[in-house]
């Protein structure tokens, strides 16, 4: 394992050689594969299963064809004159909060009376989460479609709001505060996973306007995101951190908890790989399309989670099967092998224009695409999150709008949203 992963951390310094960006996805791809298969060989005497050679073969060719695919995307994209990161958006963010705390105003209550009639009977805040996660995900009880839409507004406005701060239009206390509403309520309902997604588009979104960042701050969103994973495990149980009564035990199962899932893609989806017979493979990149056929009959969407297999000895179980599961079972090789190009494009075009500072949409969706590069050990956050790309491109296009500066003085050129 641990050549196979030196074999695609040299992939992600051959890509970084030509492109000179670690943001580039054909850099951060690779770079968090061949980190997480290095830390399961380093793992190795502490119970966890081993990654076998057909499945890091399959992990090997994918890295470079994701690289590969990567370097064409960003190719294609070297066109445009570039704009300073530097000049502000051009949109009221003042008003955008003011907007922002409205919602507030008038969907928090909504939201509470919606979980509270889901989690009925819920003693304290563990069993309140827990009650709440147990049965969106087995029982698919979840929030009604306009709290949904909120908490996904919440997602896009984070990151324009944090655009602002880094580009000197509003004050970080102002954002911080009108942004925890949602960081607190997308926590409760969704767990920790949008809330490590939006961790490391804040990453990028920091590392884009400000490339000689002091390792202090990587360190400091690095913290951030450890807090939120930490957060989610404690509010719903993860590991038995919820019934530990020693307060002091409580980061070391944090840590255990962390490693658990960080690690559980690759040996997970080897165990399938070796013997497909073990689960039923739902996961399909093309589930949004799918789901918008489903009316008609024409599609049947698979279940969105699976069945659990062991990754290591003891209570190891888990049902991170990373991105790989998304693609292979349905595609086959060749399958997999031309949609990992494809994303690589994809998201290397949006790189590309992102650095050349010109659209509000292209960096928003570049940032989103970094953190679906970096969680791709976990899951397919490329194709299978579609509608969410389509509300980032609508808020984008509409904020400039609606949400107009009430003295422009931007110059000719200004970025086009």
């Known amino acids: 394992m641990a050549f196979v992963g030196l074999g695609i951390f040299l992939i992600a310094l051959l890509t970084w050689r030509v492109t000179r960006s670690v943001l580039h996805p054909g850099v951060s791809f690779p770079a968090v594969w061949a980190f997480t298969l290095i830390l399961i060989e380093v793992a190795q005497p502490f119970g966890y299963f081993p990654v076998h050679l057909p499945a890091l073969v399959l992990f090997l060719t994918g890295s470079l064809f994701f690289s590969v695919g990567a370097w064409l ?90 655009i602002g701060v880094l580009r000197k239009q509003i004050s970080f206390k102002t954002v911080a505060l009108v942004c925890l509403p949602w960081v607190v309520t997308n926590l409760l309902t969704n767990g920790r996973a949008a809330l490590v997604q939006l961790t490391l588009v804040l990453l990028y979104l920091r590392l884009l306007h400000n490339p000689g960042l002091p390792v ?156 679906a590069a970096v969680l791709s050990i976990f899951l397919d956050g490329f194709l299978a999150q579609l509608n969410f790309f389509v509300k980032v491109a609508f808020v984008c296009w509409l904020l400039p709008r609606v949400f107009v500066p009430t003295s422009r003085g931007t110059p000719a050129g200004q970025q086009a949203q």
């Open 216 to 371: 202090l701050a990587i360190v400091k969103l690095l913290l951030l995101l450890t807090l939120l994973f930490g957060a989610g495990a404690v509010l719903v149980g993860k590991g038995g951190i919820a019934s530990s009564s020693d307060l002091g035990d409580i980061p070391e199962l944090i840590m255990l908890n962390l490693f658990d899932y960080a690690l559980q893609g690759p040996i997970l989806f080897s165990a399938y790989f070796e013997n497909p017979h073990l689960i039923n493979p739902t996961w399909d990149p093309f589930r949004v399309i799918c789901s918008a056929l489903q009316s008609p009959s024409w599609c049947e969407v698979g279940q969105l989670h699976q069945d659990f297999l062991y990754f290591g000895v003891g209570d190891r179980v888990g049902n991170v099967y990373s991105i790989f599961f998304s693609l292979f079972p349905s595609y086959g090789l060749a399958g997999t092998l031309g949609l990992l190009s494809a994303y690589g494009a994809w998201s290397a075009f949006h790189h590309r224009r992102a650095t050349q500072g010109r659209s509000l949409f292209h960096i928003l969706a570049a940032a989103h695409l970094f953190s």
């Open 73 to 162: 995307g960003g190719r294609v994209a070297r066109c445009e004159q570039p704009f300073p990161l530097t000049n502000p958006l051009p949109i009221s963010l003042n008003l955008v909060v003011a907007f922002s705390w409205l919602l507030h105003a008038l969907i928090l209550p909504l939201w509470w009376q919606e979980v509270y009639a889901i989690t009925e009977g819920a003693e304290d805040m563990f069993a309140f989460a827990y009650q709440l996660r147990i049965k969106s995900v087995y029982d698919a009880v979840t929030v009604g479609s306009l709290v949904g839409n909120y908490l996904v507004v919440g997602l896009i406005l984070t990151p324009v709001l944090a």
